[in-house]
């Protein structure tokens, strides 16, 4: 078995590198860094010249904006762009539900928004979670009614990203009541600025906001439902698993490790067998996450759907940069504890932030504990109680 990548992948790779390292880059990352934190942030600028560059949907066929790449090109542009901590929220919310729309959208739903997702025109949001339908969604209690050719919805969702900048949200809602939980969802899009949503900030602690954004009476056309009438349970997991091949949580713990590693070098740090002993086991877990995440990228590539797979790497991914976030607060000490805006802050206090605004990551996109049913399901084959 061997790793090689094309010409043409070491030439994006470098071309996204360098984009990154652009000092307006850099700058825009500086001033969003000085909002709050980077996860949930949203530079249109970046966000554009991005979509300039081909680089949005870069899998998606030719006709619709996209490339025709592969996911490997997709997973060198993630890779590249996390560990130079551009915000990716954007980004990772059009992959998710541009690669729905593709997949199981009318040609209408291709031509009209896919195209100009890749151009970078427009936003969506996910509207998938509820107060009481998160690991559970099936229990979603948004409801969308027909009535005179259009759907009504009524309903709340909360946590959701970028709901407060985004053109359009891709909402789950039960349109039959009457049947078991998961066989009565559908999925719209529905455009943002409808008469009767209204969206209010729920601040995380990292810093970033996410969105309670409630539908009272919101009316939208039929045309805008994705696949079919009370089938949209399958379609929006599928859509889920793309979002957790876990290389972009990697590619961070990487970054944040690095800056570990040079602090230590820098304070002289490393006689101390305790400190040795910790960034040696960092070391050999970043590489088993990057096995993991790229496995889950090969079988995207040979057209597979990773399941497990999937959540295994997100899991690992994502449970190890809090634990390098961890590791780099115990070894800072109670300096480590400052902000960025103290001048005595280590490493300008990314590692308190990146202790803070990680905590999310092992909860959204799927908590840990779910990851690890799938994994004891799916990919073991041991049946939960409540499911037998
Ligand atoms: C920063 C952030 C951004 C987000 N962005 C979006 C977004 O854009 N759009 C969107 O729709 N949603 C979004 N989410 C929501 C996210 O997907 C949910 O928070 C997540 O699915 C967990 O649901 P919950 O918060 O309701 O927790 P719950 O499901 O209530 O879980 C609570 C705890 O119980 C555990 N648990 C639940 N069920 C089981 C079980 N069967 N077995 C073992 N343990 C279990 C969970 O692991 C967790 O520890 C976001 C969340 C965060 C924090």
Redesign the pocket.
């Known amino acids: 078995m061997e790793f090689r990548f094309t010409e043409a992948q070491k030439r994006l790779r470098k071309e996204v590198s360098e984009f990154c390292e652009e000092p307006r880059t850099q700058e825009i990352l500086k001033e969003l860094e000085a909002e709050g934190e980077l996860y949930?942030a949203h530079s249109w600028e970046l966000y554009k010249k991005m979509a300039k560059r081909g680089w949005l949907g870069m899998q998606w066929p030719k006709e619709y904006g996209g490339q025709g790449l592969s996911f490997e090109e997709t997973a060198i542009f993630n890779e590249t762009t996390a560990y130079y901590r551009i915000p990716m929220m954007g980004y990772a919310l059009t992959s998710i539900i541009g690669n729905a729309l593709i997949h199981f959208g009318s040609e209408e739903h291709k031509k009209e928004y896919v195209s100009r997702m890749a151009a970078g025109e427009i936003l969506f949001?996910?509207?998938?979670?509820e107060a009481n339908a998160?690991?559970?969604l099936a229990s979603m209690q948004t409801r969308a009614v027909e009535d005179e050719g259009d759907y009504v919805i009524n309903g709340t969702?909360i946590?959701?990203?970028l709901g407060h900048i985004s053109h359009y949200g891709f909402l789950a809602a039960r349109t039959d009541p009457d049947v078991p939980k998961h066989k009565g969802i559908s999925l719209f899009i529905v455009p943002m600025d409808t008469p009767g949503i209204s969206i209010n900030p729920m601040l995380?602690m990292g810093e970033g906001r996410?969105n309670e954004i409630a539908f009272e009476d919101v009316r939208v056309p039929q045309k805008n439902m994705v696949g079919e009438k009370n089938k949209g349970w399958r379609l929006l997991n599928k859509a889920l698993a793309v979002e957790r091949s876990g290389l972009g949580f990697v590619a961070g713990a990487q970054r944040g490790f690095e800056d570990i590693l040079n602090y230590v070098r820098e304070k002289g740090l490393g006689k101390d067998p305790v400190i040795r002993q910790k960034l040696a086991r960092l070391a050999t877990e970043i590489e088993v996450a990057h096995l993991l995440a790229w496995r889950v990228v090969s079988l995207q590539s040979k057209g597979l759907v990773p399941d497990s797979e999937a959540s295994m790497s997100k899991l690992y991914g994502t449970e190890l940069i809090q634990r390098v976030a961890n590791t780099g607060m115990e070894i800072m000490g109670l300096s480590g504890l400052l902000k960025g805006n103290s001048k005595w802050a280590p490493l300008e206090g990314k590692m308190e932030s990146a202790y803070r605004s990680s905590r999310?990551v092992t909860?959204?996109?799927?908590?840990?504990?779910?990851m690890r049913?799938i994994i004891s399901f799916r990919g073991l084959g041991l049946m939960p109680a409540y499911m037998m």
């Open positions: 949930n949001c996910l509207l998938y979670s998160g690991s559970d969702k946590f959701t990203s995380t996410v999310f909860i959204a996109a799927g908590t840990s504990e779910i049913l």
